[in-house]
Structure formats: C-alpha cells, structure tokens
C-alpha cells in the first residue's frame, strides 16, 4: 500500500505508523512524503523516529548496531532514521531519560531553526521579486514560502514547549 503524507512532527508521525500498524500494516520505506505499508499482524511492531547528529559514519555499521539490539533500521532520509521493532519484543524507546530526550528534541529543533532561517531568506528574494514582477505565479510561490516558514516555526516552538515540559 502505498500512503502520501507530509509530517514535520515526528512525535506525530510516530503515532501515525503505529496506528498503522495496530491496522495491520506495516512501514517499509520512506521516500519525500510517500510511505510503502506491506501487511503485518495487527499490532506487530513500534516504530521510532530520530534525527541523527550527522551521518559520517557506515549506514551498515548503525544498522548492524541496532539489529543486535533488536532493532530494524527501516528507512532513512537525509539524517533522519525511520526505525522499527516487534511490538513482542518490548517497548522501542531510544530516549528513556530526560537529558537523552532533551538533546533529542533540541537537535531537532536546530534542524528546524537552519530550515527556517533559509526559508526567511528565500521569503524575502521571492517577496521581493514578486513586488517587482508584480507576478501571480510569482506571489503563490512566495506564500507557499511563508507558509512553510510558518510551519518550521511551529516547529520549534514545539520542540521548544516539549524541552520545558521535560525539564519540570
């Protein structure tokens, strides 16, 4: 099966693949917004979602790590991971302190902070092009820049409002 959506919260995204699963289908690949399901037993398995500090090292050396964990590196884009493991085996939670939680979220918000400055940056080209140009093609673009601009600030709000409740 394949499904079309676009997330930028991985918390959400999270609970999405796992209604999915609990369905019975489950996650196989990760592709710009289109995800493949194959069928599962109802429930089979959890998923986590990550954003990598970088990606220096060998994809087959992490994937190797988390299998002898248990764990099954399903897809990858850019830094972010799409991980799974059956749902028999026990819970699926990288972060299970605080601190590795708060890091966690503050990585992604960095992430969303760089897209947003870029963002910014191109709203003001597109802003200032479609002023001179005076183009509707032009100005549609311009507000869907905005728009995602708006959207990775909300993003880091989020990640934002996550840290302070993690830290009380």
Known sequence: MLKFRIYFDKDAEEVWLKE?????????????GFYIFEECEPGEYNY??????????????????MEESGVEVISQWYRWIYIRKRAS???????TDSESKIAQYNRIKKFFRLGLLLEIVCFMIEINAAI???????WLLTVFIGIIALTFLQMVWKCNWKIEQLKQ
């Open 132 to 138: 001179r140009t005076g183009s509707s093609l032009i």
């Open 48 to 65: 986590q979602i990550d954003l990598l500090d970088n990606w220096k090292g060998d994809k087959k050396d992490f994937a190797s790590f």
């Open 20 to 32: 999915m699963s609990l369905k019975g289908w489950a996650f196989k690949k990760f592709l710009i």
């Open 89 to 95: 085996e026990g819970p699926l939670e990288m972060y």
